[in-house]
């Protein structure tokens, strides 16, 4: 069995948000690149199944839908243990585009068992996952949290509102993960990062697809107004603030 | 042509962001004189089925069948489809919840519809589409604009108004074509009951590392209840165990919205404002004067939480009584 992780590459989470002249991109400049958080963890969690798997999960691959400046982040999958990648070369437009270019990667190569991340943490799209699902008329399972793999059986545990859900679901299908997939994304050794070097990179044109959607312009959220600060003597205060002022309590 | 909600319930009762998503799909009806027709899954009565009335929903299609508790999302995206053939729709409005984001995309590819997810206002066009969203985890807001000939939407719970616009209640019974126990199979269910939701909770108060040790949590609990508040924490306060992982709010926890969000303990780092910069009002409870939740907050006391809040419990206590 083969497992395909879905790969962003994305802004650092600690990047300062700026936009061009027009407000139609992003300032890349200065800006570090790295794997979507929600990737990196399911792509640790993958590379454990793997490990724990007894041989009955042969490779696990990752995919990115971006040009040839994205094949930093996509080394350093292979650098962490992914055993080889696809590039489809094109700009990731939009979730509809991306998850239709990444369902060509999985009906031709035969993965039955597919990670996404609960959204990209720039974009918050919380998309690509399913849609690729629908794509492949697969289940899809979303907001997973704990993926085992006990005796080659699935089972998956899914948040629900105020709780948790154990699923069992047989393969193919694709999995939507989010915190507690894994704990701590695994850090790439100098030995992987060598590696990573001669692994193969397998680099495939789009598919054409409609647009379904366009995007205008950004904005940026309107200036906070400055902080009112209370004496810590005097809570009454705050209760007034909250209830005539704000008029939240 | 139709607008259709898909609304939530949880314990028998309707999700409080299903009557925002009903509100929502009013706002649109009323801009292009399309007719609102609500889609609740579950074993509701008609009592509380009917609240979708009051909001505006002028048809109830209730699918109330045992088989239909799997929450498959293949299965409720063909559901879906089907509900929209039979209503001729071309506009789907979801809550940008889990339960929203597990079919909403699915259903957008199988109806060839454009998708806008994580929505926090009403629509800046209503011909083409066109919405603003919220993205680099609530750092912009991006406007988009739907191409296709249907929409399907994602609104973020607590971001919307909720209006009453009462209509007759006219409810229809539905048993679908399709099966609604799909591939995935559920073993096994492990929910808290009771408690509030804390992606509804219109107050919400929260801790962080700087309380120390979960053997603290007893003042915030008790601030908590006095508010009649959810209760979060910061993402170190979970990953230490000293509170549940259902708390953690941030880029990597829950988004929430609230009305009012109390910080108590926690110092502002961008990935936990991530989390909660929908919130209307933040209130910060920091020792460090120069902690950056000072710069999101629109109320703060610079002290020592151990000190404040036990105060402030007891100055809320004297504003309810
Ligand atoms: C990829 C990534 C994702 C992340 N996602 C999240 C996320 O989703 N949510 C999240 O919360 N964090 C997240 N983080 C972590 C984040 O960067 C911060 O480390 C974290 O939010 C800090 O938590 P804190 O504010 O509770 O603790 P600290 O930063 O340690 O702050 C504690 C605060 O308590 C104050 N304090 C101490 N004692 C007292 C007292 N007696 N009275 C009053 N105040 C006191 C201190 O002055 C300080 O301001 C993420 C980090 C990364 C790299």
């Known amino acids: 069995m083969k497992i395909l992780v879905c790969l962003g590459n994305v802004p650092d989470t600690t990047t300062k948000i700026r ?3 027009e407000m139609k991109n992003l300032a890349t400049e200065g800006v570090q690149w790295v794997i ?3 990737d990196e963890l399911a792509l640790t969690r993958a590379l454990e199944i793997k490990e724990g798997s007894g041989g009955k999960i042969e490779k696990v691959s990752v995919v990115n839908v971006g040009k040839a400046d994205a094949e930093p982040t996509i080394r350093k999958a292979l650098a962490i243990g992914a055993d080889d990648a696809y590039r489809i070369d094109a700009d990731p437009s939009d979730a509809y585009f991306i998850a239709a270019q990444i369902a060509e990667v999985v009906k031709n190569n035969n993965f039955e068992i597919i990670f996404a991340g609960k959204e990209s943490s720039d974009f918050n799209g919380s998309a690509v996952g399913s849609m690729l699902a629908e794509f492949l008329d697969i289940p899809s399972v ?31 299908f694709v999995t939507i993960v989010q915190k507690g997939i894994s704990i701590n994304p695994r850090i790439p050794a100098m030995r992987g990062i060598m590696m990573a070097r001669t692994k193969p990179i397998n680099v495939s044109q789009p598919v054409a697809v409609d647009t379904l959607v366009e995007y205008e312009t950004f904005e940026l959220p309107e200036a906070k107004a400055e902080c009112k600060m209370v004496d810590p003597e005097n809570t009454d205060a705050l209760v007034d603030l909250l209830h005539n002022e704000a008029k939240v309590i | 042509m139709s607008i259709i909600v898909f609304t939530e319930n949880r314990g028998g009762k309707l999700k409080k962001s299903s009557f925002e998503a009903i509100s929502y799909a009013m706002n649109i009806a009323e801009n292009t004189s399309k007719p609102v027709v609500a889609v609740s899954v579950g074993e509701l009565g008609d009592d509380e089925l009917s609240a979708l009335a009051k909001y505006g929903a002028a048809k109830i299609v209730s699918v109330n069948d045992p088989a239909w508790k799997s929450n498959d999302s293949q299965a409720y995206t063909k559901l879906m489809a089907e509900i929209a053939e039979k209503e001729n729709a071309d506009t789907f409005i979801f809550s940008h919840s889990n339960e929203g984001k597990a079919i909403a995309p699915r259903l957008a590819v199988k109806l060839k519809a454009g998708l806008i997810t994580n929505i926090t206002g009403v629509p800046a066009n209503f011909s083409p589409l066109t919405i603003k969203r919220k993205t680099y985890n609530g750092s912009a807001f991006q406007l988009m604009k739907i191409k296709a000939d249907k929409a399907v939407l994602t609104i973020n719970p607590n971001s919307c108004d909720v209006v009453e616009k009462p209509v007759d209640v006219n409810i229809e019974k539905f048993s679908p074509s399709v099966a609604g126990d799909g591939a995935t199979k559920v073993e096994n269910v492990d929910v808290v009951t009771g408690k509030i939701l804390l992606t509804e909770a219109p107050i919400v108060v929260s801790g962080g590392r700087g309380l120390k040790s979960g053997d603290n949590w ?17 993402r170190p306060v979970s990953d230490e165990g000293w ?19 109390i910080a108590v303990g926690i110092s502002g780092a961008i990935q936990h404002i991530g989390g909660v910069s929908g919130a209307k009002v933040l209130v910060a409870i920091d020792k460090d004067k120069e902690a950056p939740i000072f710069k999101y907050a629109d109320y703060g006391i610079i002290g020592d939480a151990f000190e404040v809040v036990p105060r402030l419990i007891e100055s809320l206590q004297k504003f309810k009584a």
């Open chain 1, 19 to 21: 936009f061009d002249g």
């Open chain 2, 243 to 261: 509170r549940s992982h259902e708390e953690h709010v941030g880029q990597t926890g829950k988004i929430i919205a609230p009305d009012l969000y």
């Open chain 2, 218 to 234: 007893g003042m915030i609990e008790q601030l908590g209840e006095v508010l009649g508040a959810g209760l979060a924490c910061s």
């Open chain 1, 142 to 172: 979303s907001a997973v949290s704990a993926f085992d793999f006990p005796d080659g059986k699935v089972v998956l545990k899914r948040d629900i509102d105020g709780g948790k859900e154990t699923i069992g679901i047989d393969t193919p």
């Open chain 1, 36 to 38: 979507n958080p929600w």
